[in-house]
């Protein structure tokens, strides 16, 4: 069994990494993704090379979103990239 200090770094991961940083957590987002795209361009690891790995390293992981107001102050939530088949965290503050 593994405790909560443990990780297994030998994995694969299922799907692609989106992180969606909304406004209130965006500083938050933008250096969750540069320490990201740091440790996975340094990570050296027996899958390197692995067509399962396509887009395993990037340039940045944050998805494209808008969140526009209507005049009555309501607003609705716009993914302006693809989200299929990845995995997505939702940073938000409330």
Not at 11 to 20: A, F, N
Not at 63 to 89: C, H, L, M, W
Request: net charge negative.
């Amino acid at each position: 069994m593994q405790t909560g200090y443990e990780r297994n770094l030998d994995s694969i991961p299922v799907g692609d990494l989106g992180i969606i940083a909304l406004k209130s957590c965006e500083e938050l987002g933008r250096k969750i993704d540069a320490h990201i795209v740091n440790w996975r361009s340094e990570r050296v690891h027996e899958h390197q090379g692995s067509p399962l790995l396509l887009g395993y390293d990037k340039s940045s992981y944050l998805v494209s979103t808008d969140v526009p107001r209507f005049g009555s102050g309501e607003a609705k939530g716009q993914v302006n990239d693809s989200v299929r088949g990845k995995d997505i965290y939702i940073l938000v503050r409330v």
